[in-house]
């Protein structure tokens, strides 16, 4: 706008008025025609990503009827004191005793007793410590004392690239003095720990020096059987008998696997008096109802939206009344839930003959009992209704590619939506461009209003100056009124 404070001086036209009735003349419908633009997009947007979310969260409600292992489970009954237990699909129905005839150890050695201070010795050394498949060195100075072995054995430096996986060393110290404790990270006998070392003085097991370490019973009819470090836990492995005649030893409280299908974590050992354990394995349908009534709630949330969105009539229509969109995945739907699927040898089963009914409105509702009698006539039937077989989509994968096809990020309603947004983003620019192109022709007319201004103002000097001569010219009688 011209930096005018006074406008029409010479017309006494109100231009400043005139200028902004004709702009806002202008601007009026584009603004409104604008917002409604604006305001029919955004609610396009909000409707179609709302039915996006509800897509969505039905796919994600029947995902673990999707999968296979859902199906057909086994539960393990009879964990107690002494056992507990945990079964898979693979397990067999049937029932079963456990004893527990000894838990794993770890095994554990103590030194004889050290002062703080004494050097262990005789020279430099080395002290080897095997575990299972871990094998590890550690080199010592004439000067060093027990506590060096021990923060040597945890922490390093052992020999070239040799890592202790396998021994946590321990000191404590009695009224006799200090006491250097090995114990196994591991349990089971393939864990015991064996010693050997190097001492200075050259002899290796004669209990003075270094050599008071040394511990090797893996062969005891060997010259090196060697009992230098006493042994505090014997290293055993975990046993148990099943059935009264199976034994069955590890070197874990963990048995994997001794039943097909059932693993056993043995706690206590079961003493002359104590019941044996008892364990029965069932079968375990309990997912399916409540995975089915998680889809059948989603559906029906979906089936709401649907006509919320969908609504028309003479009290208002819905943001997608008539939308083929919305009408398209709404049809295929309810088309997949009457669809019958291969189950295998020539069979089908459908959603309804396992409980999945439809009113008039479209509002699903699941018949438990129906449910329950399929489970327990075919739950393979049941399983493939949901997960499909080989050559075919059962009905999780059929929903699950179905609304893909809606909701993936280059799917319809993703499409849709980054296409509304571009025409927001458009429809921003248009405005920018309409205000530049508004303060152009508030520029223009106050320039066409102000040199009209200047002209009026020009021919009113110039008529009363004119006025002003005649009326002094000689011979001129003003008449009187």
């Not at 945990?86 to 030194?111: E, F, T, W």
């Not at 148990?240 to 963990?254: C, Q």
């Not at 009408?327 to 409980?355: C, P, Y």
């Not at 449910?371 to 039937?381: F, H, V, W």
């Amino acid at each position: 706008m011209p930096d005018l404070t006074f406008t029409g001086i010479g017309s006494g036209l109100q231009v400043s008025e005139i200028v902004s009735a004709i702009v806002g003349a202008e601007t009026a419908p584009y603004v409104s025609r604008s917002n409604k633009q604006q305001a029919e997009i955004t609610t396009d947007i909000s409707a179609v990503g709302a039915l996006k979310s509800a897509l969505e969260n039905l796919t994600e409600s029947i995902s673990d009827l999707a999968d296979a292992d859902n199906f057909q489970l086994r539960t393990a009954q009879g964990s107690d004191g002494f056992v507990s237990l945990s079964a898979s699909k693979d397990a067999q129905i049937g029932n079963y005793s456990v004893k527990v005839d000894a838990l794993a150890q770890a095994h554990k050695l103590s030194s004889g007793a050290f002062a703080a201070d004494e050097h262990i010795s005789d020279g430099i050394g080395m002290v080897t410590i095997e575990v299972g498949s871990n094998s590890f060195s550690t080199m010592l100075s004439p000067t060093n004392t027990l506590e060096d072995l021990r923060d040597q054995i945890n922490n390093g430096p052992l020999v070239g690239s040799d890592k202790n996986d396998s021994v946590i060393a321990t000191i404590i110290t009695g009224d006799d003095g200090q006491h250097l404790v090995l114990t196994s990270k591991e349990t089971g006998l393939s864990n015991a720990i064996k010693v050997t070392v190097q001492d200075g003085d050259g002899n290796n097991t004669d209990n003075a020096g270094l050599s008071r370490l040394a511990y090797d019973v893996s062969d005891p009819d060997s010259l090196n059987h060697i009992k230098n470090l006493s042994e505090v836990t014997k290293a055993l492995d975990a046993q148990i008998t099943i059935d009264g005649t199976l034994v069955v030893t590890n070197g874990t409280n963990e048995f994997k696997d001794a039943i097909d299908g059932v693993d056993i974590t043995v706690k206590k050992q079961h003493d002359v008096d104590d019941d044996i354990s008892s364990i029965n394995v069932s079968e375990n349908n309990s997912n399916i109802q409540p995975g089915l009534e998680k889809f059948v709630e989603s559906y029906n949330e979906l089936q709401k939206l649907n006509k919320q969105l969908g609504v028309a009539g003479e009290s208002g229509n819905g943001p997608l009344a008539g939308d083929s969109l919305l009408r398209g995945v709404m049809g295929k739907l309810r088309q997949e839930l009457s669809n019958s699927f291969d189950t295998g040898n020539g069979n089908t089963l459908s959603l309804a003959e396992i409980g999945l009914e439809s009113d008039r409105y479209g509002v699903l509702s699941l018949d438990t009992e129906k449910l329950d009698k399929a489970i327990e006539s075919d739950i393979s039937g049941v399983q493939q209704l949901f997960v499909g077989t080989d050559s075919a989509d059962g009905f999780a994968s059929s929903i699950k590619e179905l609304t893909s096809f809606y909701t993936d990020a280059d799917g319809l309603i993703q499409t849709r939506i980054d296409s509304r947004t571009a025409q927001l983003d458009r429809l921003d620019d248009d405005r920018v461009a309409f205000g530049l192109r508004m303060e152009s022709l508030e520029a223009r007319l106050y320039a066409q209003y102000n040199a009209m201004d200047l002209i009026v103002a020009n021919l009113t000097a110039t008529g009363s100056y004119i006025t002003a001569q005649l009326d002094n010219m000689p011979g001129v009688v003003r008449k009187e009124s």
